[in-house]
T-cell receptor
Framework: EAAVTQSPRNKVAVTGGKVTLSCNQTNNHNNMYWYRQDTGHGLRLIHYSYGAGSTEKGDIPDGYKASRPSQENFSLILELATPSQTSVYFC?????????????FGHGTKLSVL | GDSVTQTEGLVTVTEGLPVMLNCTYQTAYSDVAFFWYVQYLNEAPKLLLRSSTDNKRTEHQGFHATLHKSSSSFHLQKSSVQLSDSALYYCALSVYNQGKLIFGQGTKLSIKP
């Protein structure tokens, strides 16, 4: 079973502060994703990556940056956190052709911005 | 753009009865695949089933879905639900070579004893 590990599991941040969410996968998947989960909106794609050094904007990238320094690691960065970014964030990884494969999700990071 | 719609936020069903969770989509592409993911309480979402073939029934863990491109739908069904089926269910769409998965809003399935 593919392993995707997120850290931290819970985070409380102050408005205007910087937040970094980390994700590590151990299955050599090319693609990695950051989603946020909100009731009524489902899972919305923030950023994704096709491999080390690449990042792509998803459907709701504003206010977020992403970094993929290696095949295993993919970070989500909130430079100036706002209360509207309070949410549960999921990282996921998948093979090169995700239409034929499944995504493996981490257990999520619950972020509260006060 | 591409989108997936799940109109029911919450579906409540009595144990042993059938259920259908609705999923419709919009896309301009023909090379597409569809998924149902399930998320149990305090767990990560995981794949339930997948299909890319029009009018072909796909089954897993007692659930089944059939892709109908004529009506742009991929509804999830089960003939007899169990208490353990209580979870959040997501329908999702992937366009070949676009490298991303687009999810619907999710439907919470609650099973009454």
């Amino acid at each position: 079973e593919a392993a995707v590990t997120q850290s931290p599991r819970n985070k409380v941040a102050v408005t205007g502060g910087k937040v970094t969410l980390s994700c590590n996968q151990t299955n050599n998947h090319n693609n990695m994703y950051w989603y946020r989960q909100d009731t009524g909106h489902g899972l919305r794609l923030i950023h994704y990556s096709y491999g080390a050094g690449s990042t792509e904007k998803g459907d709701i990238p504003d206010g977020y940056k992403a970094s993929r320094p290696s095949q295993e690691n993919f970070s989500l960065i909130l430079e100036l956190a706002t209360p509207s970014q309070t949410s549960v964030y999921f990282c996921a990884s998948g093979g090169r052709q995700i239409s034929n494969e499944r995504l493996f999700f981490g257990h999520g990071t619950k972020l509260s911005v006060l | 753009g591409d989108s997936v719609t799940q109109t029911e936020g919450l579906v409540t069903v009595t144990e042993g009865l059938p259920v259908m969770l609705n999923c419709t989509y919009q896309t301009a592409y023909s090379d597409v695949a569809f998924f149902w993911y399930v998320q149990y309480l305090n767990e990560a979402p995981k794949l339930l089933l997948r299909s890319s073939t029009d009018n072909k029934r796909t089954e897993h863990q007692g659930f089944h879905a059939t892709l109908h491109k004529s009506s742009s739908s991929f509804h999830l069904q089960k003939s007899s639900v169990q208490l353990s089926d209580s979870a959040l269910y997501y329908c999702a769409l992937s366009v070949y070579n676009q490298g991303k998965l687009i999810f619907g809003q999710g439907t919470k399935l609650s099973i009454k004893p």
